[in-house]
T-cell receptor
Framework: EAGVAQSPRYKIIEKRQSVAFWCNPI?????LYWYQQILGQGPKLLIQ????????DSQLPKDRFSAERLKGVDSTLKIQPAKLEDSAVYLC????????????????FGPGTRLLVL | GENVEQHPSTLSVQEGDSAVIKCTYS??????FPWYKQELGKRPQLIID?????GEKKDQRIAVTLNKTAKHFSLHITETQPEDSAVYFC?????????????FGRGTSLIVHP
């Protein structure tokens, strides 16, 4: 079974530029999460989708961050415009498989996108 | 919202010793508590989890305990090995809309000296 895929793996941009990240969850996983992990800290949930609907986006800085999951599969996270403090690893995770043999709660993380804003 | 405190931030032990990492949470609605291990430059991976209807769970050298009344849960690693060295994160999750919404702790850097 293929894992969660993310691209790009690394991105360097200047402040005030825009950037987009892509995530492809594990096939059949209904729930998709985007996290921001700043160096030395735990993952911070930005937005959570259940299929193509938003479950929670209370910690998403909506003035500059946006995310979508139009067909309930792939998702993109965009930052526009970027700030220095956005430098972090952006992790995507998925969970809640349709097959009953897997635990619904277990999150499977992608490799992350490391963003550096100069 | 939920607030998760994790201690210690750094834990250094000798190979073969036990290691204990503690977390507290604030929201009594949280009912699922996973622990993740993250090696340097890699993605977090689930190592053990516990639900609120269980007080303790064990998987070989790893165990997790939960005290719902006190709102704290702990990770216990026995007979530590150098390959256990990593950052460990706890999380407290509550269910909403058919999925779980997690809040992570800040992490504990575990160093196991050979």
């Amino acid at each position: 079974e293929a894992g969660v895929a993310q691209s790009p793996r690394y991105k360097i941009i200047e402040k005030r530029q825009s950037v987009a990240f892509w995530c492809n969850p594990i096939s059949g996983h209904a729930t998709l999460y985007w996290y921001q992990q700043i160096l030395g800290q735990g993952p911070k949930l930005l937005i959570q989708f259940q299929n193509n609907g938003v479950v929670d986006d209370s910690q998403l800085p909506k003035d500059r961050f946006s995310a979508e999951r139009l067909k309930g599969v792939d998702s993109t996270l965009k930052i526009q415009p970027a700030k220095l403090e956005d430098s972090a690893v952006y992790l995507c995770a998925s969970s809640n498989p349709e097959r009953p043999t897997q635990l619904q709660e277990t999150q499977y993380f992608g490799p992350g996108t490391r963003l550096l804003v100069l | 919202g939920e607030n998760v405190e994790q201690h210690p931030s750094t834990l250094s032990v000798q190979e073969g010793d036990s290691a204990v990492i503690k977390c507290t949470y604030s929201d009594s609605a949280s009912n699922y508590f996973p622990w993740y291990k993250q090696e340097l430059g890699k993605r977090p991976q689930l190592i053990i989890d516990i639900r609120s209807n269980v007080g303790e769970k064990k998987d070989q050298r790893i165990a997790v305990t939960l005290n719902k009344t006190a709102k704290h849960f702990s990770l216990h690693i026995t007979e530590t090995q150098p390959e256990d060295s990593a950052v460990y994160f706890c999380a407290a999750s509550y269910s909403s809309g058919g999925s779980y919404i997690p809040t992570f702790g800040r992490g504990t850097s575990l160093i196991v000296h050979p």
